[in-house]
C-alpha cells in the first residue's frame, strides 16, 4: 500500500536569513508553484535557525567523533577535529580575503577529493551557496553555469584549471578564481591552501537561517539542457534523516567509496553529507576508477559501504568474484535503473543484495528504495519513510494498482529551479513529478517502467525500454544496450534496441536473430525489439546515466 499519508506536520518556523546577497532568493518560483513540504516524522522537527555544516561536523566532536577518521585518501587521513580545522580556515579565506558574504554564489570545480570535500563544507559553513560542478564539463559549459549562477568567487582544481579560466575570460562576472590541489600548494602564495595555512583554525558558522539555501546543484542532463536545482539546510539535514536513517543505516565504523561526484546530488549525499551524519568516514581515490581498481581498492581500503551505477557494478563483478571483498556489506545502486540481471550477477559474485534506490536532483536524494529482505525482484522498492508516493494519470488521478503511470512524490524535500519556466512541469498541486513511469503492486512496492517520455506503445501495448534491456542483458554476448521507441506507420512505434557487445561476439544478421529470440522467450513476445543497432559504445552523462534522448533521429 501507499505509505500512509500522515497529519502534515507543520515546517520548522521561518528563521531569520542570515544571506544578505538575495539574489537567488529573489529568483525562487513563485510561492504558489513551490513542492508541498512535509515533516511527518519526529526526526523531521528541526530548528528554524541552522547550519547545516555546523550541525554534521561542529557538533559531530560533541559526539564523540573528534578523533574518529572522516575524509580519507591514499596520501592522508584527517579525522573530524582535523577536518573542521581546514574548513573554518578556508571559510576565513572566503570571508576575509575574498569578501565572500552570506548569500553569495561559489564555483566549486573538481573530482573526489578531499580538497574539494573541505572547500565545499567551507562555503556553506560561510552562509555562501555552493556550486559544484561536473569535472569534464568544457568552457561552454561552465560559462552557461556561471550565467546561470552569477558567482563571485571560483574555487578550483588545479590539474582542471584551464576550461574555467577560458569560461572566466569569457564571462567577467566570475571574479577572483583560486586552486586548489596543486603539486606544492603550500609553497604556493596564489593556492587555497597556502591562504589557509595562515588563518586561524577557529570560526562561527553563518547562522543561516534553515530556509536559506545551501546549493545549487545543476541536472545531469539526460532529457536535454540542465537545470538549476535549489536545496536549503533544512532540505538536506532532512534528508539525512529520511534515506539514510531508515535504509541505509551506516554506522560510525563504515568506510564509504563510490564514484559519482561531489558535484551530483547522489554522490554529495552519499560520499560526504551522510558518512558525516552517520559519524563515518570517506575514502576518494588518487586515480580515475576503473571496475578492476575499484574493486582492488575496496579490498586494500577495508571499505564496507559503495555507491555506483548499474553499469559499473556489471563490470565490476567479475574481479569482485575473482579477487573477494570481504569487508563490503553494502553496495548502493542509483542514477539509473537498475536491471534485474545486474543484480543478479553481482549477487552471485559477491553475496551481496544490492540496495536500489530512484532519487533525483530536484530532490537531493533517494526517495524510493529497499535492503536486504526487504528487496522484491523487479521493483526499486517502497516510498522511503518521510516521503509519500503514488501512481497518477494525467490529470494527477491516483490509479489501480497493476497500472502504468505516472510517478507523483511528495516529502521533506522538494523541487525549487533556480528562474525556470520548467518548474511547473515538476511541481503541479504540490506533488514533485520525477518524470518516470511506474507500477505500483497491491503492497506498496514500485516497478519502474522508463522515463515518461521514453516509454514504447507499439500496436497498443505499453513496452517499458528498461524490462528490454533487462532482457538484452541476460545474454552473455551484451555488455551494455540502450532501448528506444522509434516512430512507425504500422504499429505507431517500434522497440529499437542499441547494443554494445562484449569482446569475441560480431555484430551481424545472425546475433540480430539469436538476441531477438532471446528476448522473445524472456519476456512477453511483442515486447521484442525489431531493430537492433551494434554501437562500440552508448552516450551518457559524466554520471553514467543513458541519454537515451542522444539515441532518438532528430525531430
Avoid at 186 to 199: N, V
Avoid at 288 to 306: D, F, K, N, Q, S
Avoid at 431 to 437: F, L, S
Wanted: aromatic share 8%.
Amino acid at each position: 500500500m501507499t505509505q500512509p499519508a500522515q497529519s502534515e506536520t507543520a515546517a520548522p518556523a521561518r528563521g531569520v536569513s542570515a544571506q544578505t546577497d538575495r539574489f537567488v532568493h529573489d529568483h525562487l518560483p513563485p510561492p504558489e508553484q513551490w513542492p508541498t513540504l512535509r515533516y511527518d516524522l519526529p526526526e523531521l522537527q528541526l530548528p528554524a535557525q541552522v547550519n547545516l555544516v555546523e550541525v554534521l561536523l561542529d557538533q559531530a566532536q560533541a559526539k564523540g567523533f573528534a578523533h574518529r577518521p572522516l575524509l580519507r585518501s591514499n596520501a592522508r587521513t584527517l579525522n573530524y577535529a582535523q577536518v573542521a580545522e581546514q574548513v573554518n580556515r578556508i571559510a576565513r579565506v572566503l570571508t576575509e580575503d575574498l569578501g565572500v558574504v552570506p548569500g553569495n554564489r561559489v564555483l566549486l570545480r573538481g573530482g573526489n577529493s578531499i580538497g574539494m570535500a573541505l572547500a565545499w563544507l567551507a562555503v556553506v559553513k560561510a552562509g555562501a551557496i555552493a556550486v559544484a560542478t561536473m569535472p569534464l564539463l568544457r568552457a561552454g559549459e561552465l560559462g552557461d553555469i556561471i550565467n546561470k549562477a552569477q558567482p563571485a568567487v571560483a574555487l578550483c582544481d588545479a590539474k582542471l584549471i584551464h576550461e574555467l579560466a577560458l569560461a572566466q575570460a569569457a564571462h567577467p562576472v566570475l571574479g577572483t578564481l583560486l586552486t586548489f590541489n596543486s603539486t606544492d600548494a603550500l609553497a604556493d602564495p596564489a593556492s587555497l591552501e597556502a591562504r589557509a595555512a595562515g588563518k586561524p583554525a577557529s570560526f562561527t558558522a553563518c547562522p543561516t537561517a534553515a530556509d536559506d539555501i545551501a546549493l545549487m546543484a545543476f541536472t545531469s542532463g539526460t532529457t536535454g539542457k540542465p537545470k538549476a536545482a535549489l536545496h536549503t539546510h533544512l532540505d538536506v539535514l532532512a534528508a539525512c534523516e529520511t534515506w539514510p536513517r531508515h535504509i541505509l543505516r551506516a554506522t560510525p565504523n563504515d568506510v564509504v567509496m563510490g564514484s559519482p561526484p561531489l558535484a551530483f546530488t547522489f554522490g554529495l549525499g552519499g560520499m560526504l553529507i551522510f558518512p558525516m551524519w552517520a559519524g563515518a568516514s570517506v575514502y576518494y581515490p588518487d586515480i580515475a576508477y576503473t571496475p578492476e581498481a575499484m574493486v582492488r581498492l575496496i579490498r586494500e581500503v577495508g571499505a564496507t559501504i559503495c555507491y555506483t551505477a548499474p553499469t559499473f557494478y556489471r563490470q565490476m563483478a567479475p574481479f569482485a568474484k575473482a579477487v573477494g571483498i570481504p569487508s563490503l556489506h553494502t553496495c548502493v545502486s542509483a542514477g539509473e535503473s537498475l536491471p534485474d540481471a545486474t543484480r543478479t550477477l553481482w549477487r552471485e559474485a559477491t553475496g551481496i543484495e544490492m540496495t536500489d534506490g530512484i532519487g533525483a536532483t530536484e530532490m537531493f536524494h533517494i526517495f524510493i528504495s529497499a535492503a536486504g529482505a526487504d528487496v522484491r525482484h523487479g521493483a526499486i522498492g517502497k516510498a522511503v519513510p518521510g516521503y509519500t508516493a503514488k501512481v497518477v494519470n494525467d490529470a494527477g488521478v491516483e490509479l489501480p494498482r497493476g497500472t502504468v503511470g505516472k510517478l507523483a512524490v511528495i516529502g521533506p524535500t522538494g523541487c525549487k529551479y533556480l528562474a525556470d519556466e520548467r518548474q511547473t512541469r515538476y511541481v503541479k498541486d504540490g506533488w514533485n513529478y520525477p518524470g518516470d513511469a511506474f507500477v505500483q503492486d497491491a503492497d506498496g512496492y514500485f516497478f519502474y517502467q522508463a522515463r515518461d517520455d521514453d516509454m514504447i506503445i507499439t500496436a497498443g501495448y505499453n513496452v517499458g525500454g528498461p524490462e528490454v534491456e533487462d532482457a538484452l542483458l541476460r545474454h552473455p554476448a551484451v555488455a551494455e544496450c540502450a532501448v528506444i521507441g522509434l516512430p512507425d506507420a504500422e504499429r505507431g512505434m517500434v522497440v529499437k534496441a542499441f547494443c554494445v557487445l562484449k569482446p569475441g561476439f560480431t555484430g551481424d544478421a545472425a546475433l540480430v536473430k539469436t538476441l531477438q529470440d532471446h528476448v522473445k522467450a524472456t519476456i512477453a513476445p511483442f515486447k521484442y525489439p525489431r531493430q537492433i543497432e551494434f554501437r562500440d559504445s552508448l552516450p551518457r552523462t559524466e554520471t553514467g546515466k543513458l541519454q537515451r534522448f542522444k539515441l532518438r533521429p532528430a525531430p
